[in-house]
């Protein structure tokens, strides 16, 4: 905190190593504020620290954190990006290239830049880029539009100081031939969040006023949601898509043709068991999502997937297993990927149009999540897929978590730890997509997407403000955010080793919307 300190205002010149005291760092912060300092996100984090520490015994009054500008810019990206941790090793082929590019810059010049970001080991008549994964970038107008952003979405835009545009570059072959290029989608400003979590024109009688106070407090402590993470693997969720933002607005106008029946309430999970599959963790998924939802949730009698009678050591992909007495297509060899199976793997559609016709979906059901441990796939050309979900009436989906399993070589009660906090994660994900709720833009959320599994275990468990407020305009008066925050932090601490880094953000976030009182 002293290197904070004296790095970012020159207040506090002394080099010493004590710790500052109380009186310290509030005069620290009377400094900023009555200099009007502009780098007030630099002392963040010793506010942060002031109000865990201190809070409980002094009551703090702090002026509000100026917003950070609309107009911002990009800071300095390396060309090849280095993965986090959570992801291990990661050859250079599977790493994106961030490559900077002139807004006018013609196709001929863009190849050139990219080329220098892969080593230069082609001439550019000999790459060809894609603005999706089939449609080529064919000339300079094409190009234009793969880099810019719908005029709505300017906030995803970000530019360096010579007013550049980050392209994120990824090799779509093995090759590096052929090259998907898309714009880097940049975490937008703390005041474009709160705005979007707050801001509504027409039905905002849905949410209580309770709920909406503690929105305003998650928005005066935007410091403490991290910023949207930019793409490092050519298979990240962003090295692939471009996603728009979904508003706390633009949620509500949805619900004027998508309204919540008062009748439906209750989440349903569905058990679909498999006989050589691996305990499904449904007590844990069960309490944590009535955790999460601030509700009850029902549990439905469980259905026995069965697979197909084949003979030992042989592939097939195309016989059929069953669900009751429909019929689900089954393999248990992966042709595109030459990959044997060895469990074998259920078709995703299949399974969902057979629980479509075999289930009695309860009157007061607002959606049924069937979880099942058996493994999952969707396209001939997928290895696997977590699941599929409809979100037309009746509302229902179906997820794996034979995926989540960790590897061996952990202890036994840390491995089952893991496979509940990936499972309950991927559970009410899909559930607020359920809800109409899209995937999150604005800041690491749960509500981000991902591409492959590294990525979705690096995601985190809790919502950014933008995400609660659309949950809880989602549900009403159904449910307290305040309660909710409660229960879950209840809930993580039952799995210390796993949930720690949650619990600590969790404990530090409910002693600032509790305690701090912000003034205008």
């Given at each position: 905190q002293q290197q904070v300190i004296t790095t970012t205002t020159g207040y506090n010149q002394q080099q010493s190593r004590k710790w500052p005291e109380l009186s310290d760092l509030i005069n620290f912060v009377?400094?900023?504020?009555?200099?009007?300092?502009?780098?007030?996100?630099?002392?963040?984090?010793?506010?942060?620290?002031?109000?865990?520490?201190?809070?409980?015994?002094?009551?703090?009054?702090?002026?509000?954190?100026?917003?950070?500008?609309?107009?911002?810019?990009?800071?300095?990206?390396?060309?090849?990006?280095?993965?986090?941790?959570?992801?291990?090793?990661?050859?250079?082929?599977?790493?994106?290239?961030?490559?900077?590019?002139?807004?006018?810059?013609?196709?001929?010049?863009?190849?050139?830049?990219?080329?220098?970001?892969?080593?230069?080991?082609?001439?550019?008549?000999e790459i060809t880029l894609y603005r999706d994964n089939t449609h080529k970038i064919l000339g300079d107008r094409s190009l234009q539009k793969a880099l810019s952003y719908p005029k709505e979405f300017k906030e995803l835009a970000g530019f360096d100081?010579?007013?550049?545009?980050?392209?994120?570059?990824?090799?779509?072959?093995?090759?590096?031939?052929?090259?998907?290029?898309?714009?880097?989608?940049?975490?937008?400003s703390d005041a474009v969040v709160v705005q979007a979590a707050t801001k509504i024109t027409k039905n905002g009688e849905r949410m209580t006023e309770e709920n909406k106070k503690h929105i305003e407090k998650l928005c005066s402590n935007m410091f403490m949601y991290e910023n949207l993470p930019?793409?490092?693997?050519?298979?990240?969720?962003?090295?692939?898509?471009?996603?728009?933002?979904?508003?706390?607005?633009?949620?509500?106008?949805?619900?004027?043709?998508?309204?919540?029946?008062?009748?439906?309430q209750y989440i349903y999970l569905l058990p679909l068991t498999e006989k050589h599959a691996p305990s499904l963790p449904l007590e844990e998924l069960k309490t944590y999502i009535e955790a999460f939802f601030d509700q009850d949730?029902?549990?439905?009698?469980?259905?026995?997937?069965?697979?197909?009678?084949?003979?030992?050591?042989?592939?097939?992909?195309?016989?059929?297993?069953?669900?009751?007495?429909?019929?689900?297509?089954?393999?248990?060899?992966?042709?595109?990927a030459e990959k044997e199976l060895a469990s074998g793997q259920y078709s995703a559609n299949n399974l969902l149009d057979g629980l479509s016709a075999v289930v009695n979906i309860p009157l007061d059901a607002y959606c049924v999540l069937g979880v099942t441990?058996?493994?999952?796939?969707?396209?001939?050309?997928?290895?696997?897929?977590?699941?599929?979900?409809?979100?037309?009436?009746?509302r229902i989906g179906v997820f794996s978590f034979a995926r989540y399993e960790p590897h061996s070589g952990i202890a036994k009660t840390q491995a089952r730890e893991l496979l509940v906090a990936r499972a309950c994660k991927t559970a009410v994900h899909e559930l607020l997509h359920l809800c109409n709720i899209g995937h999150c833009m604005h800041?690491?959320?749960?509500?981000?997407?991902?591409?492959?599994?590294?990525?979705?275990?690096?995601?985190?468990?809790?919502?950014?403000?933008?995400?609660?407020?659309?949950?809880?305009?989602?549900?009403?008066?159904?449910?307290?955010?305040?309660?909710?925050?409660?229960?879950?932090?209840?809930?993580?601490?039952?799995?210390?080793?796993?949930?720690?880094?949650?619990?600590?953000?969790?404990?530090?976030?409910?002693?600032?919307?509790?305690?701090?009182v912000v003034l205008e």
């Open positions: 009377n400094h900023c504020i009555e200099n009007k300092n502009t780098t007030l996100r630099y002392w963040e984090p010793c506010v942060h620290m002031l109000s865990v520490g201190f809070l409980s015994s002094h009551k703090i009054k702090f002026a509000k954190m100026s917003q950070s500008s609309k107009k911002r810019k990009i800071a300095s990206l390396s060309a090849i990006p280095v993965p986090p941790s959570s992801y291990g090793v990661v050859d250079d082929h599977y790493l994106v290239r961030r490559i900077f590019l002139k807004k006018d810059c013609t196709l001929e010049e863009a190849k050139e830049e990219i080329l220098h970001g892969f080593e230069d080991q082609y001439s550019p008549s100081s010579q007013g550049r545009v980050c392209a994120i570059v990824g090799a779509m072959n093995g090759e590096e031939n052929e090259l998907l290029v898309l714009p880097l989608s940049w975490s937008m930019a793409p490092v693997h050519r298979e990240d969720w962003l090295a692939q898509e471009r996603e728009w933002p979904q508003s706390l607005d633009e949620l509500a106008r949805l619900y004027k043709t998508r309204e919540m029946p008062k009748q439906k949730i029902k549990c439905m009698d469980a259905i026995t997937l069965n697979p197909p009678s084949i003979k030992p050591g042989s592939h097939t992909t195309g016989q059929y297993g069953k669900l009751e007495k429909r019929r689900v297509k089954w393999r248990n060899y992966c042709e595109a441990m058996a493994d999952l796939y969707s396209g001939e050309d997928d290895l696997f897929t977590v699941g599929l979900a409809q979100m037309a009436e009746p800041r690491f959320c749960c509500m981000n997407g991902s591409g492959h599994l590294l990525e979705d275990f690096n995601i985190p468990q809790h919502l950014c403000p933008v995400c609660e407020a659309k949950f809880a305009y989602a549900w009403g008066d159904r449910v307290s955010l305040p309660r909710r925050m409660k229960k879950l932090l209840h809930f993580y601490k039952q799995y210390p080793m796993t949930f720690s880094n949650e619990i600590k953000w969790m404990e530090r976030l409910d002693l600032l919307v509790t305690d701090v």
